[in-house]
């Protein structure tokens, strides 16, 4: 028999994962182009309000709204950033937070116009409900398959960020803009499909949320907070950090929701202040 | 103008020693040791790249260097942050305009002058009534021939008044040694001997170092030269003995990469 | 307007003088007694969301400094003004000098924080220390009464003589009162050589050190200033609505307050009080739509500042003003 705390650390890694899911693309944007994109989670909640007409009106199966929710996304996002966004790019923090927030609040009252303020329950295949018994331990099928999720997305990611031409494009840009510039690599058309890929993870991020914290307008701007936190937790631009602060804002959030409730987010804020005072830049942070 | 005085009793106004700098694989400072005598006018030239920003950054602190040490009139002030050498007597200005875009020329040194003069933590006083930080403002404005511009906002000035303007900030802090970042970046050629007119003007007891390209600049205004090649020292010596250097040539030929 | 006159120190001492059109905004501020006495209550929330917005400029507008956590100050200047209030006695300019002075201690602290960081990193600080905050005061329910709210509040008679009425008359005229003299210390600090650094470290924070100043020495000093005045509006708060409730920390009340001051202005000194009474006025007037709609005007009219008049309302008008006049 394994002590619950396998048990509240198996459900913090999952949520880790979903979370990683949610963050990863925000933090590759902001390390390639320092833009501050609040509405993140916006795309994200798009993701998930596709997933649910898709299963709830058209009857498609889970899995077949999965890269339906990352397209939709990807595609909306790109929209925004020629239209608005890129006009941005050298503009002040201010400026980006504004607008972006600005966008923010709209997606809430769109969502909220077209799918009221009530919670989207999706009914999960049932091969993903139920648990199974690990040593004693209650594991739930549906974390189980976010973590394989969160692994998976992870080293794709890693694999086409080291060994692709894309890839490295990207990380010359991240590490040094001018120079990559320099090398005629267009840097601008590298942040268009890196911001398309990093939305529609959110968006797939949303999508695969719904079952676990449930899906409002309000998730724009909830989830928000922790994306940002483990943004900046990870540093900028960095993958393998985002996918520690992850786990890390996971766990916490999780152990403390389970062994302290009365001090409700109090742990996450207090990891995140303490992370960022002991290394400013974030964990794997360069800068 | 000042009077020279004889502070030549501490020796140097500004020495390196041993300075080294690298960026991974990369050195960008080698083993740098330099001796800047009071009141000397040097010129720090070398191809592009060869680390000449790079040592201005490393002596007024804006980069921690990887070995070595800095003194300023005897003093070591390698640990000292950017803005405590400035207080003891080391400014710089640099080759990329770096003003106060919406403040006016009177503001931006007047805000330097009551930095230096420890008046700007004064919260409860009106600015105005700091008559003589704001006469010294003005006064080196006009100096400077800036007088004309003073109340204009200095994103509205020509090019070329800023350039001035950035040397104008860095008079500001009354220095002991100023380094000069290509003063004359980016002015057009018949331009840029007014703004080293301007530099040799000032008063005899300020150790310059300045960098800059055109060869018949660095001839006309220095009494010293270092040649800087991949981050390390290639020689120095009189403006006479650098014209004769073979080696120098060569340098700017192209003909050698490393020293 | 006058050419400006040759001796620098006159040129300077004329920059903060008093123009007429101020003189007559702070006229204008006395109309609602006879206009509207039917709003003086929304006069007051008026009064002191535009103190808490100057508050917010002196950092965010001249310093440069983005906060989303400023309610942090805010809160802790209403709970301490309620606790004042409640344990020690009722008199109320006591009171704003304490809520002033724990608002300027919990600023110093953070300060230290703050001063170390720029950017996306220091917008995170602001917003985690203030989120801290908030779940701290809601976790601390034997001090703040939680989500139930602050009771228990009861003020004496302004100078011994006006009662908290219930027309918010009183109310009104004590908030408008601390905004005016506030807003005095307010505008005397950004026409001071501090008050010109802190425009240099908005303008070039990297040429600060270069010419001998220590930017974190006056980010520290200008956050612990601009901790008391949002702590004194958030004792006024609480001091005339009698009560204090979490949301005087929440997340939303930091969003505000740079929503109003962006919108109005930010580094304009008078924006923060236009932004401040625009807001408030819609909020009120549109008061009968759900919230979510409300953000979602809020929303809009945040992507047309930034994208058509990116200096808010007053840097627009200046500008059409100074076109104008080139004609």
Not at chain 2, 46 to 65: D, R
Request: proline letters at 4%; glycine letters at 10%.
């Amino acid at each position: 028999m394994l002590p619950p705390i396998f048990g509240v650390l198996f459900d913090g890694v999952a949520y880790g994962m979903l979370l990683f899911v949610l963050s990863v693309g925000l933090s590759v944007t902001l390390g390639l182009m320092n833009f501050v994109n609040l509405a993140h989670c916006a795309f994200a909640m798009l993701g998930g309000y596709v997933t649910v007409v898709l299963m709830r009106d058209f009857n498609w199966p889970f899995f077949a709204t999965l890269p339906a929710a990352f397209f939709a996304s990807a595609v909306v996002s790109i929209i925004v950033e020629r239209t608005l966004y890129r006009r941005l790019y050298r503009a002040t923090d201010l400026d980006q937070v504004l607008l972006t927030i600005g966008l923010a609040f709209i997606s809430v009252a769109v969502a909220a116009w077209f799918f009221t303020t009530q919670q989207q329950p999706i009914t999960m295949p049932g091969y993903l409900r139920g648990s199974i018994d690990f040593f004693g331990l209650n594991i739930g099928l549906y974390r189980l398959f976010l973590v394989v999720v969160g692994i998976a997305v992870t080293i794709l990611l890693i694999v086409t960020v080291e060994h692709t031409r894309f890839g490295a494009q990207v990380r010359a840009a991240v590490d040094n803009q001018r120079m990559a510039r320099g090398l005629g690599i267009n840097v601008d058309r590298t942040f268009a499909i890196t911001f398309a890929l990093g939305s529609g993870l959110a968006g797939l991020g949303g999508a695969l949320a719904i079952e676990i914290v449930g899906l409002d307008p309000q998730f724009a701007l909830h989830y928000l907070v922790y994306v940002l936190i483990i943004v900046s937790v990870g540093g900028l631009g960095s993958i393998l950090g985002s996918f520690a602060a992850a786990c890390l804002i996971g766990i916490s959030d999780i152990a403390g929701k389970y062994y302290v409730p009365e001090l409700g987010a109090f742990l996450i804020y207090l990891v995140m202040v303490a992370v960022l005072m002991w290394r400013p830049a974030g964990l794997f942070g360069k800068r | 103008m000042s009077v020279a005085d004889t502070n030549a009793s501490s020796g140097f106004a500004l020495s390196t020693r041993g300075l080294s700098r690298s960026f991974g694989q990369l050195v960008v400072a080698r083993d740098i040791n330099l001796n800047l005598p009071v009141g000397a006018r040097y010129a720090l030239i070398g191809p592009n790249g060869a680390g000449k920003t790079t040592l201005i950054n490393l002596m007024t602190g804006m980069l921690p260097p990887n070995h070595g040490q800095i003194l300023l009139g005897g003093e070591d002030i390698t640990a000292l942050t950017p803005q405590a050498r400035v207080k003891r007597g080391l400014a710089r200005t640099f080759q990329i305009n770096s003003l106060f875009a919406h403040l006016n020329p009177l503001e931006a040194v007047t805000l330097a002058v009551c930095e230096r003069r420890g008046i700007s933590p004064k919260f409860w006083q009106n600015i105005a009534v700091n008559k003589e930080a704001i006469e010294e403002a003005y006064d080196i404005l006009t100096r400077l021939k800036l007088g004309d511009v003073a109340y204009q906002t200095t994103r509205e000035l020509p090019y070329g008044r800023q350039r001035l303007l950035e040397i104008a900030l860095a008079l500001a802090t009354k220095p002991k040694v100023l380094l000069l970042d290509e003063p004359a970046a980016g002015v057009p050629q018949e331009e840029s001997g007014d703004i080293f007119e301007v530099v040799a003007s000032l008063s005899n007891d300020l150790t310059l170092l300045f960098i800059e390209h055109d060869m018949h600049v660095v001839f006309r205004f220095a009494t010293h030269i270092i040649v800087l090649v991949g981050g390390a020292v290639f020689t120095e010596g009189s403006p006479a003995e650098i014209a004769a250097d073979p080696g120098v040539r060569e340098v700017y030929l192209g003909k050698r990469h490393h020293g | 307007m006058a050419p400006p006159p040759a001796n620098p120190q006159a040129y300077l001492q004329s920059l903060s003088r008093w123009r007429p059109l101020e003189i007559a905004f702070w006229l204008a501020t006395l109309l609602p007694f006879w206009l509207f006495p039917n709003y003086l209550g929304l006069a007051n929330q008026i009064a002191v969301a535009a103190l808490f917005a100057l508050s917010l400029d002196l950092i965010l507008g001249y310093a440069g400094i983005v906060s989303l956590g400023h309610a942090a100050f805010f809160g802790v200047g209403a709970y301490t003004a309620g606790l004042f209030s409640k344990f020690v006695w009722g008199e109320v300019f006591t009171g704003l000098i304490a809520a002033a002075l724990m608002a300027a201690l919990f600023g110093y602290v953070s300060s230290f924080i703050v001063a170390r960081f720029r950017h996306l990193t220091l917008i995170m600080i602001t917003l985690g220390l203030g989120l801290l905050l908030h779940s701290a005061a809601n976790s601390a329910h034997f001090i703040t009464g939680g989500s139930d709210g602050f009771q228990g509040i009861s003020m004496w008679k302004v100078a011994g003589l006006f009662r908290f009425d219930l027309y918010g008359q009183t109310a009104y005229a004590y908030s408008l009162g601390v905004l005016f003299i506030v807003f005095l210390c307010a505008r005397r600090l950004i026409n001071s050589p501090f008050g010109l650094s802190l425009r240099g470290i908005r303008e070039n924070w990297v040429r600060m050190p270069a010419i001998g100043a220590d930017s974190r020495a006056h980010i520290r000093k200008v956050y612990t200033i601009s901790a008391a005045m949002a702590g004194i509006a958030g004792a006024l708060i609480a001091q005339t609505t009698q009560t204090v409730s979490l949301d005087a920390l929440s997340f939303e009340r930091s969003a505000d307050v740079v929503v109003m001051l962006v919108l109005g202005g930010a580094g304009r000194l008078y924006g923060g009080i236009v932004g401040a009474s625009i807001f408030l006025i819609a909020r009120d007037q549109f008061s009968g739509i759900a919230p979510q709609y409300w953000y979602f005007w809020i929303g809009v009219l945040l992507v047309m500042v930034v994208m058509l008049l990116p200096n808010g309302i007053l840097g627009g008008l200046s500008a059409l003003l100074a076109k104008w006049r080139r004609k």
